[in-house]
Nanobody, 128 residues
Framework: QVQLVESGGGLVQGGGSLRLSCAASGRTFTVAGVGWFRQAPGKERELVAAISSNGGSTNYADSVKGRFTISRDNAKLTVYLQMNSLKPEDTAVYYC?????????????????????WGQGTQVTVSS
């Protein structure tokens, strides 16, 4: 069983920055792809960024490319999402999720259906 706990959300002005953290329990984390998703009120959940188990490969949604950076520290069982140049449209609940199926060290899971474990979410609010 894997547990994921997000932290780092909050209220920030447009143009500001936040760093989200996702702390995992269980050694499965070190061989698993991890993604950050977000869901705004009235909108579908979307994949924001994802990272392979070795951290060598990443994917980003077009809306956040160049502004967000996903990274991981397998020794600390933690994944981070550095969010810069935040916009009001980034306001959402952000979730981290883990795909426990190992394919290769550089595989990045891209579909929400691949993720089996989910955190409880952290609210990010960007004011204009």
């Amino acid at each position: 069983q894997v547990q994921l706990v997000e932290s780092g959300g909050g209220l920030v002005q447009g143009g500001g920055s936040l760093r989200l953290s996702c702390a995992a329990s269980g050694r499965t984390f070190t061989v698993a792809g991890v993604g950050w998703f977000r869901q705004a009120p009235g909108k579908e959940r979307e994949l924001v960024a994802a990272i392979s188990s070795n951290g060598g490969s990443t994917n980003y949604a077009d809306s956040v490319k160049g502004r967000f950076t996903i990274s991981r520290d397998n020794a600390k069982l933690t994944v981070y999402l550095q969010m810069n140049s935040l916009k009001p449209e980034d306001t959402a609940v952000y979730y981290c999720a883990l795909d426990p199926t190992y394919y290769s060290w550089n595989y990045v899971p891209s579909s929400s259906s691949e993720y089996e474990y989910w955190g409880q979410g952290t609210q990010v609010t960007v004011s204009s």
